[in-house]
Each structure stands twice: as structure tokens, then as C-alpha cells.
């Protein structure tokens, strides 16, 4: 199992801890980004990636190194603390790079063979919208399968989180990390992106045809009876993320 972490902060707090403790469960490689050391660039809004593919990104050459290790990932874990309630910001400006893999524009079909994990930790609460910050693209993305995983640790660090949070952290990890296990070695798409994927199928039809996102659909047969979760896992591409 090849695990990639992005971590949401620099530091190694509590939520970096939470997201080891499950990564190490669960064995196999591990590889980790923080941010915004590995990756520091707001999204710029000029549309080059909607209009001509990712790659083509002002950011690219920064992005690309965390993109090509996603794609390879068999697990991806997204985590942040809660920050007012949400995401830190750059956690969210990372995940705004990857509009084009939202399943509403060209999904990856790399992602119907993966597992992710979206983890948050706050002093009391906000992790359930923190969490749905990153669940959203790891579900739109169309990952098989995304967990969910918050905690309320009562603490600004580590050292103190209370015994008996530390024990419902390890709980929830042994849990966790035995159900991807189990899950492992599968394809299919999450409910919510399926959805999406038919609704934009029909768009397609009915209204005149976007590009590039209609190109890439027609090219790939998804009009017709092919599916992003039916292809083949084709764990390396050239260049790693691309969108054509
Ligand atoms: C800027 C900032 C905003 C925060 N906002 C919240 C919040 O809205 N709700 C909360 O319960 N804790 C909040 N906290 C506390 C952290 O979420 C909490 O201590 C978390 O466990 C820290 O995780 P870390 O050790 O991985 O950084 C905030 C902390 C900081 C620095």
C-alpha cells in the first residue's frame, strides 16, 4: 500500500500525529508534503487549467511533484487542524489547483482505484466542516472510498491531549486503518461523484458542448457505455498530472 500525506500546516501537532499513528497502522510506504513548505502558491484564477489542462498551470513545476505522488497513491490522507472552524488556508489554496479533477469538469480515472482519508483535530470543535473542506474534492475526485476522521483534542499540542482523547485516537485509528486494509485492491466510484458524473452526462447532451471537458469525455467513451471507474489503473503518466 503506497500512502501519500498531505499535511495542512508546517508543524508536527496534534493532527500530523493523528495522521501517522493511522498511516503507520495501516503499513506499507509513506510519503508526506506539508504545507506550505512543499507547496506555497495561491491559486491565481486565471483558468488556464478549465481552458487547457492542468499542466499548463502557472504552478505546475511546484505542484507537479505532489500531483504525480496522488496519482500513485493507493491512499491519500488530507489533513488539517481546524483553523475558524475550516481548513488552514493553505490547505485550501493547494486543493483549489485541482478544479479540473472534479468530476463535473475531467475526472482522473486513477482515483476510482483509491482510499483517502480526510483528518482534523481542534481544541473543541469546527472538525466536521474542516473535514468536509477536504472531503469535498477527495469525494469529487471521484476516490472509491473517503473516510472521515475528526477529533476534538482539547489541546493546542500533543504533549497535551488528555489520556483518555489519546486512547480514543488510537481506537479510532486501529478501526480505521483495519477497514482500509479490508478495502484494499478495489475499483469503484464514492456515490456522490457517480451522481455528478450522470448529471454532467447529460448536460453534455443537452447543452452545447464545453471544451475541453467535452474532447476529454468523448475521448475516453463516457458518452457512451465507458466509464472513469471502469478503466484500467494506469499507475504512470506522462506527464503525471495532466488533463488532456
Ligand atoms: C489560528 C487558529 C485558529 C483556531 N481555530 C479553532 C477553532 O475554530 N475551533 C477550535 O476548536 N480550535 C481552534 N484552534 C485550535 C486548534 O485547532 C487545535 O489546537 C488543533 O488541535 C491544533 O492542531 P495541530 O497541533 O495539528 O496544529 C485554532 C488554532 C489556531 C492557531
Redesign the pocket.
Known sequence: MKTVIIHG?N?E????MVARELAHKVGGEVREFFLPRDFDKPCLGCYTCFQTELSHCPHYKELEPLAAAMLEADLLILES?????HATGQMMSFLDHFGTWWVVHRPMPEMSGKQAVAIS??????MKSTVRDMADSLEMWGIRKVYRLGV??Q????EEIPDRILETIHRKTDRLAERIRENADRRGCNRRAKMWFFIMRMAHRHFPPAEPDYGYWEKRGWHGKSRPWDAPIYKKREPAAASK
Request: proline share 9%.
Open positions: 500546516q508543524h501537532g496534534s493532527t500530523c487542524p481546524v483553523y475558524v472552524y483535530t481542534a481544541a473543541g470543535s469546527g476534538g483534542v489541546a493546542t499540542r500533543p
